[in-house]
């Protein structure tokens, strides 16, 4: 019957906590409030003709399997009481819960229940052994005055046993009696002075269980009851009360997964799917079906063709996704930084699979079977989940591509792509209902301070890992004139705030290498909250943590001095609370190499831009320059499209030179290179249009025009003395194979004046454009992917080599990357060393004024700030500029490796090391990693030295 209701509700939405942590009500609790215990209470409210429907009774099971106290506040009205025990799931599950020691506890009895007690409430108790109270024991409390209350205490022997305990139970009220018990399998629970018995007991039921009556009303006619406490703390252990705070913050969420529907894997599911962009029925119908456990995830795709199948792919981790086929997507956990798992399979069965968006996983134990048929095909995935540790509640979709209609299905509706994680459907192995992403462990109410690998994301709510251990000394390795960061996180779990000063070691030389910042909270646009905004500590070195909350600290080391060890130390000194203050041992190890910053990578970011709050004069200069301290060397400027008039007379070129100086003398003076907006041809044709001009870019007439724009910008810039080795020309941002032929006829042009080019090439961008354009390009800024992973990656990366001085990749700010602190940002360095990368172009660094720090793009997919808008000091960085700092300078690092010949510090580096970092995700691996880099690194120049 279980089994019957979980099939039937696949898709209805329930709670999913850790087991037997939750309490179930059944009825009104009227004024006492159990949500001030750290338990998960259920409240469940039939109505006098409600039906238990499929879906609550759904819920009420899952909720009972995984309480230990279930609460009747008042004894269950006639159709309630029908309602609950005629379902064989609800009494199966209440059942469980005596047989795992829990409790039954049924408030004031009512007349009319007695009276007309359903039959399959008798057979309940019967069942078990357990004679049900009747009417006869509907007593008034005081013969003959049936409003007159009586007052009793707990009996003996239970006024010693857990009733009783850790708090005193106090006395209880009631207007009613049992009066005999001897026809039931009752004793004495609560007795007033003269004997009369407002609280009965049993004991022992269904092995170990227990069942309470009482008629004692005062219970839930107060705020708290010590006799319910007890009977808590007695069940799932000692109770720290909730604080309101708490309270509060349970009442109004963070998560913007709160109440999201999870689908029950616990038995086999089956869906027809949707058009991904509208949720439409598609012309192309996919059945799928899911099943398997906790081991062994099998999907089946049965798809319909109306056309016979795309199928060129036949080798592994190639385009798979140009063929018709078939997805699957998997996210280990609800939050934004999940690590995903990523399953095509064509109709050759040729296998796609990559973790994190790395193809350069492979999963093992993955299986796969294709079966062509004359209705389409059909596919199996055998996914083996016991390897990917996913959560209670994890994400996941499915999808199929068929590229002869050019349509795109799949489970969830996914107008953004498959891989968009709020898109996914949340899904568990058991029936329930999301909360929030969950917490990291437990610490039991205390301070606790530690040092947490670089990078790892914390949010407000996380505790210590078990393996924690509070933190005495801090080791740092450093490269000369290199940066090293530590993340100190304090963990409160009391219900104080705690406020510290870290006093730093004044009588020490080796202070002016250290510097303190910390990690303010910000809300993502998905709604989840974490350690983000990076800001100096204040003039006070005041560090405040709320109660219940963690802070985190950033020590950061940097130092041009000699090679050697260098001692210090600071003081975490308490301000508002008495505790001892922690001296913490600091060593640096400087290292016998030197990062020279001249040397660096390029680092591009697409910004900052005019409509930016850098926009008031001497605001930007700055802005650049606070750039550089995270190497970012190469910023975006505009082109003089306010040379050009476009109106109803056509296109005019302006001679005034003027109009075509912007911001090079302070771009000259603070960054090593800049680029001119996104594409010249396109600035050139938006003109064009604004004008009303039909004709084609390369008519001889626009081309004329654009030549004297161009020549125009050559010599203005020439007067000003502009060093064009310093700076590039962009011709069109992504372009498509169709804007090829303009783009070349530009590039002549441009080339004839000086200028040095530059494109991004998208995911469309063909070989063949790659071959026209490549010679014509100074810095070639491919997507990624077409230099990693397509079928034309080998080919390009030849192409590009042979012709552009640079190659530097980009990634769009896509799939919320505020998150991935590692796989998008901090892994940057090293995914540009394996694609032949020597420099990386970021999206993502404006702060937009105006929007309270949050992105005002589309809040399920975009969001990347780099940093937050500041003031007239500069901006406000964020720990996804640290990561992405670092990237630049893993890069510089691999590439020094790569010139050496020595076998400790090639094996650091080759793409089987390099990927098998990427692929755990671990901060403290790659932590590991770079530090072993660099440490090889230093063991050869000090030899050479």
Not at 561 to 579: C, E, H, L, Q
Request: hydrophobic letters at 40%; charged letters at 25%; glycine letters at 6%.
């Amino acid at each position: 019957m279980r089994k019957f209701f979980c099939a039937l509700l696949l898709a209805a939405g329930c709670f999913v906590l850790n087991a037997q942590q939750q309490v179930t009500i059944i009825g009104n609790a009227a004024k006492l409030k159990l949500d001030s215990y750290p338990l998960q209470v259920n409240t469940f409210e039939i109505g006098p003709q409600e039906k238990l429907s499929d879906e609550k009774t759904l819920r009420l099971c899952e909720s009972l399997d995984n309480s230990k106290f279930v609460f009747f506040p008042g004894f269950p009205e006639v159709n309630a009481a029908k309602e609950i025990f005629s379902s064989a799931p609800v009494c199966e599950s209440m059942r469980g819960v005596l047989a795992r020691g829990g409790i039954l506890y049924f408030g004031p009895c009512r007349w009319a229940t007695l009276d007309n007690c359903p039959e399959a409430m008798w057979t309940f108790f019967t069942d078990m052994g357990v004679r049900f109270p009747t009417l006869k024991n509907y007593l008034d409390a005081v013969p003959g005055q049936s409003e007159k209350p009586v007052t009793g205490v707990l009996a003996a022997p239970y006024d010693k046993s857990f009733f009783n305990s850790p708090n005193p139970a106090g006395e209880f009220t009631a207007i009613r009696q049992f009066g005999d018990l001897t026809d039931t399998s009752f004793v004495p629970l609560i007795k007033s002075e003269d004997g009369k018995v407002i609280g009965a007991v049993q004991e022992n039921v269904n092995g170990t269980g227990t069942i309470v009556f009482t008629y004692a009303y005062n219970i839930i006619r107060n705020t708290e009851s010590a006799f319910i406490e007890n009977i808590l703390t007695h069940l799932y252990g000692p109770m720290r009360k909730v604080s309101r705070r708490e309270q509060l913050k349970r009442e109004t969420p963070d998560s913007a997964e709160e109440g999201a529907a999870v689908c029950c894997l616990g038995e086999p599911v089956e869906a027809e799917l949707i058009v991904s962009k509208d949720g439409t029925a598609p012309k192309n119908p996919t059945r799928v079906r899911i099943s398997g456990d906790r081991e062994t995830m099998i999907v089946e795709f049965s798809c319909v063709s109306k056309s016979a199948p795309v199928a060129n792919i036949t080798d592994r981790d190639n385009n798979v996704w140009n063929d018709d086929c078939v997805e699957l997507i998997l996210a280990d956990s609800l939050k934004t930084n999940a690590r995903t798992y990523h399953f095509i399979v064509n109709t050759n069965n040729a296998v796609y699979d990559a973790q994190n968006g790395n193809f350069a996983w492979n999963c093992k134990n993955f299986k796969s079977t294709v079966v062509k048929n004359p209705e389409g095909f059909y596919v199996k995935m055998e996914i083996p989940v016991s390897e990917f540790h996913l959560d209670d509640v994890f994400r996941m979709n499915v999808g199929r591509e068929q590229i002869s209609d050019a349509e795109v299905t799949s489970w969830a509706k996914a107008p953004n792509g498959f891989l968009i994680l709020p898109d996914m459907k949340p899904v568990s192995y058991a029936p329930g209902r999301t909360l929030s992403a969950g917490k990291t462990g437990s610490s039991g109410g205390k301070l606790f301070i530690t040092q947490v690998p670089l990078f790892t994301r914390i949010y407000p709510d996380s505790t210590p890992r078990p393996e924690a251990k509070e933190l005495k000394d801090i080791q740092i390795t450093l490269p000369g004139n290199d940066l090293e960061l530590v993340q100190i996180v304090f963990f409160n779990t009391t219900d104080e705030n705690y406020v510290f000063r870290i006093e730093p070691e004044l009588n020490s030389e080796n202070g002016d290498i250290f510097t303190f910042h910390e990690l303010s909270n910000w809300r993502a646009p998905t709604g989840e909250v974490f350690a983000e905004i990076e800001t100096p500590l204040n003039t006070a070195n005041l560090l405040s943590v709320p109660s219940c909350e963690n802070k985190v600290l950033l020590l950061k080391a940097k130092t041009s001095r000699p090679a050697g060890k260098y001692d210090w130390s600071f003081t975490i000194v308490p301000v508002n609370v008495k505790m001892p203050s922690r001296k913490i041992k600091t060593t640096v190890h400087v290292l016998p190499l030197t990062l020279k910053k001249e040397e660096l990578p390029a680092g591009y970011a697409f910004g900052p831009y005019k409509m930016t709050w850098s926009n008031p004069p001497g605001y930007l200069q700055h802005y650049w320059k606070q750039l550089r301290e995270y190497n970012i060397d190469h910023v975006i400027s505009s082109d003089p499209r306010k040379a050009i008039t476009a109106d109803e007379k056509g296109l005019v070129i302006s001679d005034d030179h003027s109009l075509y100086i912007r911001d090079e003398a302070i771009l000259a003076d603070t960054v090593s290179g800049w680029v001119y907006g996104y594409g010249v041809v396109d600035t050139f044709r938006k003109k064009m249009k604004l004008a009303g001009i039909r004709k084609p870019f390369r008519d001889p007439e626009m081309l004329k025009l654009f030549e004297k724009w161009i020549a125009n910008w050559a010599d203005a810039l020439k007067e000003v003395n502009a060093d064009f080795t310093r700076f590039e020309v962009p011709m069109q941002d992504e372009p498509r194979t169709a804007d090829i032929p303009d783009l070349l006829a530009a590039a002549e042009i441009l080339k004839k004046y000086g200028f040095r080019l530059n494109s991004t090439l998208a995911t469309w961008t063909t070989i063949e454009d790659i071959r026209q354009l490549a010679s014509h390009l100074y810095r070639a800024i491919p997507f990624e992917p077409l230099i990693t992973n397509r079928a034309i990656a080998p080919e390009a990366k030849l192409i590009f080599a042979e012709n552009c001085r640079h190659i530097m990749p980009y990634l769009c700010s896509m799939s919320g990357d505020f998150s991935p602190l590692q796989g998008y940002f901090r892994f940057r360095g090293i995914r540009t060393f394996l694609a032949g990368g020597d420099g990386i172009a970021m999206w993502a660094l404006n702060s937009w004024r105006g929007n309270e720090y949050r992105s005002e793009e589309n809040r399920k997919v975009d969001g990347a700030f780099l940093i937050h808008h500041g003031d007239d000091r500069g901006f406000v960085p964020t720990l996804r500029l640290e990561a992405f700092r670092e990237a630049i300078e893993d890069l510089y690092y691999l590439k020094m490796a790569s010139k050496s010949d020595r076998p400790e510090v090639k094996s650091l580096i080759t793409p089987e090391k390099l990927n098998e970092v990427m692929i755990k995700d671990d901060p403290a691996v790659t932590a590991a990693w770079h530090e072993e880099l660099v440490r090889a690194l230093a063991g050869i120049r000090g030899e050479k030295e």
